[in-house]
């Protein structure tokens, strides 16, 4: 007899997905639908079998991760519910690594039929796993089966007791409970749905930002500048992100110091004081003869991607050391929690053994300097509420600089001070992009990846596929060739719409390839896939046009949903 559930389900994918798909969704969950009547964005169908569910979810005008680990069930799913809505992915309970490297909470987490197959000693877990990815107000709604197993499917038994015991110790609260007969006619099967609310965060991450913004004390800055860089870097480079057991993610300390330098540069040439004491010509202690040497280099180069050879490469890695020294040494290891002398965030260095007059800002390069372990609820909080955090942070950044200055009888310039303080997104450029397309145009092989239309010099468009007005990104994968009538009169600003976007599927691939990986200029594959890697959620251990695709399409879930964006729904006729 199989112990493997995995396996069983994988040898009887379609006999279980036409029993399953032999009841509908509101059928089995008609107990949900009024509950998920007020709630919409984002969806988690976990163990989604069939896919009945989560066509269900999409159909109610939620955007769908269908999670299941069965290759056999996924199959099945996909075949039978092709919908643009919902994304496929390969994970389980109690993990769920895969599900955590997307960067995306949800309003809504399905837990239909699956809690049963988790072995008691492992129940605690997977509920405190499901609770960080669930959005404040959401819901967590679960299906426990009640009768004897499935002989090739292992089942434990459950119970609705041990729910509501998960839920107060996780800060949650049932808002509802009932049992019911089997909707198949077993007479010896009894279903129960439990619906659980997050009444806010949950996690205790926003009290502790707002202590560790507000409340702790400072004698200079760079206790928000850390937390500043690990917002920035959560807003913008969630691809290198990993996950560090159940709970902390970890950052390349390269890319902390990176960030950490973006920002401050801006500040130390505007002679804006960091400490309430005058420290003199050399400033902050990070500010060493090697960032002296960056002075003519813009803080907009200092990003994943970019390249810096001979005495800039020297300087710049000097500085990034420096940077990394200060940071592990102060606001590190200074910023604890409440009443403790316990970090919050764990910085562990490395020894560089980089060059450093080549200095290439990959995550291999950003990681050599160590890792610094950030707790994942805080982790989580930083990449979706960062709409506030931010100001927050830049307000008491204000207020301490204005403080230091009048102790030190400096006069500030309210707009340099503004200038400096603001992050700076660089400059849209499109030249690039818009030379390869057009050297494709001369040959008349360049089309529209919207509407597949050839396109010629006078129609040609390069369009920011996630809209630059919502999140500024250059990279080359999120550039696209256009016919301009429909950029700029049809999508403007807008998000492409999930079908829009799988429809686009192939010509978009098909782009990649041709301008970037066609073994023509090494120098532009390279940016390709390190840009894809550093701000997409993508699995490491395959890099390819085909997850990186998959991976775009998790991020304008993560947009629509975060930030309410506007979709572009309509398509031109070919």
């Given at each position: 007899m199989s112990r493997d559930p995995i396996s069983a389900y994988d040898s009887a994918a379609r006999i279980l997905s036409d029993r399953y798909e032999s009841l509908?969704?509101?059928?089995?969950?008609?107990?949900?639908?009024?509950?998920?009547?007020?709630?919409?964005?984002?969806?988690?169908?976990?163990?989604?079998?069939?896919?009945?569910?989560?066509?269900?979810?999409?159909?109610?005008?939620?955007?769908?991760?269908?999670?299941?680990?069965?290759?056999?069930?996924?199959?099945?799913?996909?075949?039978?519910?092709?919908?643009?809505?919902?994304?496929?992915?390969?994970?389980?309970?109690?993990?769920?690594?895969?599900?955590?490297?997307?960067?995306?909470?949800?309003?809504?987490?399905?837990?239909?039929?699956?809690?049963?197959?988790?072995?008691?000693?492992?129940?605690?877990?997977?509920?405190?796993?499901l609770i960080l990815l669930l959005n404040p107000g959401g819901v967590l709604a679960l299906t426990l089966r009640h009768g004897p197993s499935d002989p090739d499917r292992p089942m434990y038994p459950v119970s609705v007791d041990e729910l509501e015991t998960l839920a107060r110790n996780h800060g949650a609260e049932v808002i509802f409970s009932q049992t019911t007969s089997d909707e198949l006619g077993r007479p010896d099967i009894r279903w129960s749905h439990i619906a659980i609310r997050l009444p806010d965060d949950g996690t205790g991450a926003l009290p502790l930002l707002r202590y560790a913004i507000l409340s702790s004390e400072k004698s200079s800055t760079y206790r928000l500048g850390l937390l500043r860089t690990l917002a920035r870097i959560a807003d913008s480079s969630q691809g290198m992100a990993?996950?560090?057991?159940?709970d902390f993610v970890s950052i390349p300390l390269g890319l902390v110091a990176l960030v950490w330098l973006r920002l401050y540069k801006p500040l130390i040439?505007?002679?804006?004081?960091?400490?309430?004491?005058?420290?003199?010509?050399?400033?902050?202690?990070?500010?060493?003869?090697?960032?002296?040497?960056l002075t003519k280099i813009s803080p907009l180069e200092f990003r994943a991607g970019s390249r810096f050879?001979?005495?800039?490469?020297?300087?710049?890695?000097?500085?990034?050391?420096?940077?990394?020294?200060?940071?592990?040494?102060?606001?590190?290891?200074y910023l604890t929690f409440p009443g403790t002398s316990d970090p919050i965030f764990k910085a562990h260095k490395k020894r560089n053994s980089f060059s450093t007059t080549n200095v290439f800002l990959d995550e291999t390069y950003l990681r050599s300097f160590g890792d610094m372990l950030v707790p994942v609820h805080l982790w989580k909080a930083m990449v979706h509420y960062d709409a506030w955090i931010e100001p927050a942070l830049i307000g008491e950044w204000v207020r301490l600089i204005k403080s230091y200055a009048g102790r030190q009888g400096i006069v500030l310039d309210p707009l340099c001070m503004d200038r400096a303080m603001g992050w700076a997104d660089p400059n849209?450029?499109?030249?690039?992009?818009?030379?390869i397309a057009l050297e494709r145009v001369e040959h008349n092989h360049q089309f529209c990846v919207w509407t597949g239309k050839r396109l010629t010099s006078r129609t040609l468009d390069v369009d920011h596929c996630f809209p630059w007005s919502a999140w500024p990104c250059d990279d080359l994968w999120n550039l696209m060739p256009t016919d301009r009538t429909v950029n700029q009169k049809q999508k403007r600003d807008r998000l492409p719409s999930a079908r829009i976007l799988d429809d686009a599927r192939d010509r978009i691939m098909e782009w990649w390839e041709s301008a970037y990986i066609d073994g023509k200029n090494p120098v532009h594959e390279e940016r390709f896939f390190v840009e894809a890697a550093g701000t997409l959620?993508?699995?490491?251990?395959?890099?390819?046009?085909?997850?990186?695709?998959?991976?775009?399409?998790?991020?304008?879930?993560?947009?629509?949903?975060?930030q309410g964006i506007e979709e572009w729904e309509e398509r031109e006729k070919k």
């Open positions: 509908s969704f509101s059928q089995v969950h008609s107990w949900l639908i009024p509950i998920l009547d007020t709630i919409t964005g984002s969806a988690l169908d976990v163990g989604a079998g069939s896919g009945r569910d989560a066509e269900g979810l999409a159909r109610l005008g939620f955007e769908v991760v269908a999670m299941e680990p069965s290759k056999g069930m996924r199959a099945e799913g996909q075949k039978r519910h092709p919908n643009p809505r919902i994304r496929w992915i390969d994970d389980a309970l109690p993990d769920l690594n895969t599900v955590n490297r997307l960067g995306l909470t949800f309003n809504c987490i399905l837990v239909s039929a699956v809690w049963m197959h988790l072995p008691q000693s492992v129940r605690d877990r997977a509920f405190r796993k990993q996950p560090a057991g159940d040439n505007e002679n804006l004081p960091q400490t309430p004491t005058n420290q003199g010509i050399e400033g902050p202690g990070f500010i060493g003869a090697s960032f002296q040497k050879s001979g005495s800039n490469g020297r300087a710049l890695h000097g500085a990034l050391k420096d940077a990394v020294e200060t940071i592990t040494k102060m606001p590190a290891h849209r450029d499109v030249s690039l992009v818009r030379k959620p993508i699995e490491r251990k395959s890099v390819s046009i085909e997850n990186i695709f998959e991976a775009m399409t998790i991020k304008r879930m993560a947009l629509k949903t975060d």
